[in-house]
Nanobody
Framework: VQLQASGGGLVQPGGSLRLSCAAS????????MGWYRQAPGKQRELVASINSGSSTNYADSVKGRFTISTDNAKSTVYLQLNSLKPEDTAVYYC?????????WGKGTLVTVSS
């Protein structure tokens, strides 16, 4: 499975972005899909996840601002980022977990700055 993340960029505080992560190389089966981020000098952290039953989970720091969703027809997971803050600046990575197999995409950089 290959995961390709896109959609990052430079945005002003309060702005929005939508990240996409397209899966290829296999059918779009997963136990969990997740978005992680890693800011400079910090450890990678889980931002949001969604399971095969469409239940979602969010880090406290992004609740009410970020939304994770999937489009199974497009084998894609999205992360809608609203009300962005400078502290959201990080490289964002998508992850797929399927019965013990962990897949990672290359990150996409989100920079929140005026």
């Amino acid at each position: 499975v290959q995961l390709q993340a896109s959609g990052g960029g430079l945005v002003q505080p309060g702005g929005s972005l939508r990240l996409s992560c397209a899966a290829s190389g296999s059918t779009f089966n997963f136990n969990y899909m997740g978005w992680y981020r890693q800011a400079p000098g910090k450890q990678r952290e889980l931002v949001a996840s969604i399971n095969s039953g469409s239940s979602t989970n969010y880090a406290d720091s992004v609740k009410g601002r970020f939304t994770i969703s999937t489009d199974n027809a497009k084998s894609t997971v999205y992360l809608q980022l609203n009300s962005l803050k400078p502290e959201d600046t990080a490289v964002y990575y998508c992850n797929m977990y399927y019965y013990g197999m962990n897949y990672w995409g290359k990150g996409t950089l989100v920079t929140v700055s005026s």
